[in-house]
């Protein structure tokens, strides 16, 4: 085993320890709040980097799947089932221990299924719907399957700022926190904020990993031949379909996954969380890191995503992740976390200027 591999991963732990210890020194651990939502954004992303680095697949239907895990375990974790304690699905659940009856903020008793349980099921969902869509969207290429998984998220979008059970254009809240373990719990309260964000960046670590050791598998290397061309590919024996299809899947559990943990953190989940500009935020942070760039992409997804999350960019926020995709597209398609970018940069202004392009084709 090549173990060189893991060096960046050590490095982020480093990094990541460092970070808590300084905010802690100094008196600002208020920026772990950010920090731990940014990493959870951070997954989806790098989830989203595998799928377009590598199987050469763009997806602006991410922010879809995010809503989906976040609003499957919201609902399920909030949803009063008092009512009907006694019906036998019920009555077996509470036998297995997989219910939990608790008072909310009023004295009200609220019975509702484990977080652990409505995690699953945000996961099985999200399989399924990824599946669902996966088969005969993922036959379209180009800009066909960017417009039809825009389209998939624009359905999710609507369907949750529509449906009176999901809170409609108010979205879930009083989500109740997610104990993952004795004494290890994911939820906003102030005095966990230092344990959050190391479960939160825990979970990246692992997220980082399974990508790091499916892209140096067999698989990875069938993945590589797949975006450079499935024709190729296909002639070497790869099975196409297949390969788009469950690296599909994956990135929607990632998605999925860093929204139902998310949602627990916040105690609440709204429909902006599905939005088309969450999903094109998505693409520009993964455009902006390398589409088969890893840590350049989740540089640029805390990078970007912190700074929004603290107001850096205000009302425009929406605006500066739209004008970083076109310009990146522009001037540095292949990312910025790289080397000779500077270079590549420079080619495309000269491009860019009158004359340009019959300059460049002179020189070459």
């Known amino acids: 085993m090549d173990l060189k591999r893991y060096y960046p991963v050590v490095v982020l732990i480093l990094v990541v320890i460092l970070i808590q210890i300084l905010t802690s020194l100094f008196g600002i651990t208020f920026y772990l709040t950010q920090l731990t939502m940014s990493a959870y954004y951070s997954l989806l992303t790098?989830?989203?980097?595998?799928?377009?680095?590598y199987a050469g697949q763009i997806s602006l239907g991410q922010a879809g799947f995010f809503a989906i895990g976040g609003y499957t375990t919201a609902f399920l974790t909030t949803v009063n089932l008092i009512d009907k304690?006694?019906?036998?699905?019920?009555?077996?659940?509470?036998?297995?221990?997989?219910?939990?009856?608790?008072e909310d903020l009023y004295g009200n008793k609220i019975l509702h299924l484990s977080p652990w349980v409505a995690f699953l099921f945000a996961v099985i969902i999200t399989i399924f719907i990824a599946f669902l869509i996966g088969v005969p969207v993922l036959k379209l290429k180009g800009h066909y399957l960017a417009m039809a998984t825009l389209g998939f998220g624009i359905i999710v979008y609507r369907v949750?700022?529509?449906?009176?059970?999901?809170?409609?254009?108010?979205?879930i809240t009083r989500v109740p926190g997610f104990n993952l373990l004795p004494g290890i719990r994911v939820s906003g309260d102030f005095a966990n904020r230092v344990e959050n964000y190391y479960i939160a960046w825990v979970l990246v670590i692992i997220g980082a990993i399974l990508l790091i050791n499916l892209v140096n598998s067999r698989a990875g290397r069938a993945l590589r031949y797949l975006h450079g061309s499935e024709e190729a590919?296909?002639?070497m024996g790869v099975n196409v379909s297949r390969y788009k299809l469950n690296v599909f899947v994956l990135s929607a559990i990632y998605a999925s996954v860093a929204?139902?943990?998310?949602?627990?953190?916040?105690?609440?989940?709204?429909?902006?969380e599905a939005s088309v500009m969450k999903s094109v935020r998505y693409v520009a942070i993964v455009a902006a890191g390398g589409m088969a760039n890893l840590w350049g992409t989740l540089i640029m997804a805390v990078t970007l995503n912190f700074l929004s999350l603290r107001g850096v960019f205000g009302t425009y926020d929406d605006a500066v992740f739209a004008v970083i995709l076109i310009v990146i597209m522009l001037f540095a398609p292949r990312g910025l976390i790289r080397k000779g970018v500077i270079s590549e940069i420079e080619f495309a202004f000269k491009k860019l200027k009158p004359g340009g392009i019959i300059k460049v084709k002179r020189e070459s």
């Open 259 to 272: 929204g139902v943990f998310l949602t627990h953190f916040n105690a609440g989940i709204g429909p902006s």
């Open 160 to 171: 949750v700022l529509g449906t009176r059970a999901f809170g409609e254009a108010d979205g």
């Open 46 to 53: 790098i989830g989203l980097c595998m799928l377009m680095g």
């Open 85 to 102: 304690a006694e019906a036998p699905v019920l009555s077996l659940f509470k036998s297995l221990g997989i219910m939990v009856l608790r």
């Open 233 to 235: 590919a296909s002639t």
